[in-house]
């Protein structure tokens, strides 16, 4: 059945090369220079890294036809830029409510194809194809095969490997993983050049998989993640407390946090320590390590009195949201507290920027990718607990910025050791901070045209 399955999905991708030479030939008469298409098989408002590629070539003099899903309404630098044009694909319908899972799978990659090929054959012609990968079914077939009737050059930008994130659902030995690796590795060496987002990545495509013409193109946060003033963090906090009572403050125009004075705003002495973790809600994050952490720290919190009440703030969303959800709302804890606000695109940052101590779960399927909730965290210049893996150590440097765990008990620790006599007693945390100054000197726009401007203009 599988075999089959995989058989008609090529086939079918095939019997399209004939609409899609009519179509690309159509738009495809003029010269590409100047122009450039940015491709992410998922919702442009939540692909950052993307987003950002999007917006350096716009503000570099290209024009920009991101092609991507509806969904999250992007940053304001994004939808405003007039040179880029937005393409969405047609979202793909829950295929899974009416078929078998494989069945299922299969119709979606069909779905998938024909919609992306209409997509791109809307688009003129472009000079680069700079694609998301993952996904990679169908998404690299469907780029390469268009980009050879456009006459354009592809461009893999390596997140991480879509066979690795497809073994979390399955098993490594499944058929689909395997047949997906090779689909992936064979179509990633027809691409012209690559981009991965670490050092490990590279070195791997290159030793497994004789991928060799690719740089690394190191995650850096985008210009609006960048550390607040006290009387902005006021503002945000004063916003938050419309619709979250936890920041709401004793007296007028005050919140839990801050209050205004002749002198001008300031922080409260007893304020409680505010927690943000970005989470997407999939198998490759284990929420419950966090919630197992908070568990052990309002038991602690309760008899130490030096330990001051959590206020943590979860944002994201995804498929196991409503799970946890259920599981944080029959706890009674008395120190700690857990909201998911929903927040504007130009909120995000400034919530990461008034928060004391950022979490991340992110675990990565390959180990060879880098959590971009981290660089945005970095870049508004906020310490952070990761869970480690394979190359986390090339942006979190354990004790030096922040810290890594391996397990909930090593969270719970962490958070009690950074956080006793909160916030008289900051030091670990101004150390981290101040550390992340270096981090946040260099920025995106100055890696990006270090890396990828080059490769545009050979």
Known sequence: MLVEILLFVMGFIIICLSVVLVLTLRNGSKSGDGCVTVLVLGDIGRSPRMRNHAVSFAENGYKVQHVGYAGTTPHRSFVTNKNIDVFYVLDTPE??????????????????????????????????????????????????????????????????????????ATRSTHPLVR??????????????????????????????????????????????????????????????????????????????????????????????????SSTSWTEDEDFNILLSA???????????????????????????????????????????????????????????????????????????????????????????CAIGFKCLSELVKHDENGLVFDNEKQLANQLMELLEGFPTNQKRLNGFRENLKSFQELTWEQHWKEVVLPVITR
């Open 95 to 168: 295929f899974h409510k009416y078929m078998p899972r494989l069945a299922a799978y299969g119709v979606k990659v069909l779905w998938q194809t024909v919609c992306l090929l209409w997509t791109l054959c809307q688009t003129s012609k472009s000079s680069h194809l700079l694609l998301q990968n993952p996904p990679a079914i169908p998404t690299l077939a469907v780029a390469w095969l268009f980009c050879l009737f456009r006459c354009t050059r592809l461009l893999v930008d390596w997140h991480n490997y879509g066979y690795s994130i497809l073994a979390l």
């Open 179 to 276: 047949f997906s690796k090779w689909y992936e590795k064979w179509f990633g060496q027809l691409a012209f050049w690559g981009f991965s987002v670490t050092e490990a990545m590279r070195d791997d495509l290159s030793s497994n998989w004789n991928i060799n013409r690719i740089d690394v193109l190191y995650d850096k946060a985008a210009p609006q993640f960048k550390s607040l003033s006290v009387d902005e963090k006021h503002k945000l906090y004063l916003k938050l407390s419309k619709n979250i009572p936890d920041f709401k403050g004793v007296e007028a125009e005050s919140t839990v946090c801050t209050k205004p004075t002749e002198e001008g705003t300031q922080l409260l002495d007893n304020r409680p320590a505010i927690l943000v």
């Open 294 to 384: 908070l568990e052990v720290y309002d038991i602690n919190a309760k008899d130490n009195t030096d330990l001051p009440p959590l206020l943590c703030l979860i944002t994201g969303k995804g498929p196991q949201k409503e799970r946890y959800m259920e599981i944080i709302s029959k706890k009674s804890w008395s120190k700690v507290r857990v909201v998911t606000p929903w927040l504007e695109a130009e909120d995000y940052p400034k919530l990461l920027a008034s928060a004391d101590i950022g979490v991340c779960l992110h675990y990565s399927s390959s180990g060879l990718d880098l959590p971009m909730k981290v660089v945005d965290m970095f870049g508004t210049g906020l310490p952070v």
